[in-house]
């Protein structure tokens, strides 16, 4: 019989189920419940198991969602114009958006400065939260000018805007002009993106433009840093 410790054991059997790919990136473990019956232990054993899985950074705990293999980093580079879909395109990862607001009103007074738009211009106003698998990466809300896009819709928004926006609208999108700060998360990044509510986070204020100038999108986006990597390319001046 083993000498090591039982917690090790339950966690070596983890570990193995991750490195055969019998628990991918993104998948959820069995509850501590199904743990400990099934291998007729403590919840203090499990956890013991878990946490040392944790510090190794094969899982991770997602508040009041359970416990995740961790996925490898989603790589943002900062010189390509991307959408969330066709960053994790090369990865063939399951993906998808739970829209949680989707409302039109009348711009607020900063919006309608950030949109190039007057505070009698109306506008839609979308929060929406990006999935990999079952585990929530990203807090969005977004503000697009209603004028520009009349048909846009709640199912387009549980997809990809870009899409919408260059296949259906036939629009040109030139840039997105980003500013990626560390903040304190929200009450609403807390409970959307299951994090610790001591920990900062990355926001990312992003304000995109069509090829003519036309500003299309405002847009603040909230992740934990530790679930993207930012790439760029620097060079010296000559």
């Not at 998808?96 to 409302?103: G, N």
């Not at 807090?139 to 549980?158: C, I, K, N």
């Not at 919408?164 to 609403?188: A, C, G, H, N, T």
């Amino acid at each position: 019989m083993s000498k090591k410790p039982i917690y090790r054991q339950i966690a070596d059997i983890l570990r193995q189920q991750v490195a055969n790919g019998d628990l991918k990136p993104g998948d959820a473990l069995p509850t501590e419940a199904l743990l400990c019956e099934q291998y007729g232990v403590s919840r203090v054993t499990v956890r013991q198991a878990l946490k040392l899985l944790t510090e190794e950074r094969v899982i991770e705990s997602l508040q009041g969602s359970g416990w995740y293999v961790k996925e490898e980093r989603v790589n943002y580079d900062i010189y390509q114009l991307t959408s969330f879909y066709e960053k994790l395109a090369d990865r063939n990862v399951e993906t998808h958006s739970d829209v949680l607001i989707f409302q039109v009103a009348k711009a607020s007074p900063a919006i309608a400065e950030a949109l190039r738009l007057t505070t009698d211009d109306k506008v839609y106003y979308v929060k929406r939260v990006r999935y990999i698998k079952q585990k929530p990466v990203t807090l969005e809300e977004t503000w697009m000018p209603l004028a520009l896009f009349p048909d846009l819709s709640y199912e387009v928004m549980q997809k990809s805007k870009y899409h919408y926006i260059e296949q259906v609208k036939k629009l040109v999108i030139d840039r997105s002009e980003q500013e990626i700060i560390p903040v304190m998360p929200s009450e609403d990044a807390v409970n959307a993106l299951g994090i610790d509510p001591q920990k900062p986070i990355l926001e990312k204020v992003s304000t995109g433009f069509l090829s003519d100038g036309t500003v299309f999108e405002f847009s603040r986006n909230f992740f934990k840093s530790e679930d993207y990597k930012f790439t760029l390319v620097a060079k010296r001046g000559r």
